[in-house]
């Protein structure tokens, strides 16, 4: 989750993580890690009528890009705050 304090200490080219990362342990012990990376294409939008809403620009590879906002800020998480890291 990113929460709009979240929002507002990013940065440029910050890395966050798009819904579920996982960690698979294969044959022979091989560990594949399964994350979406997208990173901060621009500043944080914010309005002052409006306190609770929040906009960050984000990208995904070349081509893909979007908005990360108060609605779908739940799919979202700080690499520090990686479920991965915990294991
Ligand atoms: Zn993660």
């Known amino acids: 989750m990113i929460t709009k304090e979240d929002a507002l200490n990013l940065k440029y080219r910050d890395e966050l993580h798009f819904k ?3 960690k698979k342990v294969g ?3 091989g560990v594949k890690i399964t994350n979406t ?5 621009g500043k944080t939008k914010t309005w002052k009528r409006d306190l609770n809403r929040f906009e960050v620009p984000i990208s995904h590879g070349l081509y893909d ?8 800020a739940y799919d979202f998480h700080l690499p520090k ?6 294991e």
């Open 20 to 22: 579920e990362c996982r």
């Open 37 to 41: 990376i997208v990173r901060v294409n």
């Open 27 to 29: 044959p022979r012990d």
């Open 81 to 86: 705050d990686c479920p991965l890291l915990k």
């Open 65 to 72: 890009h979007g908005y990360i906002d108060e609605r779908n």
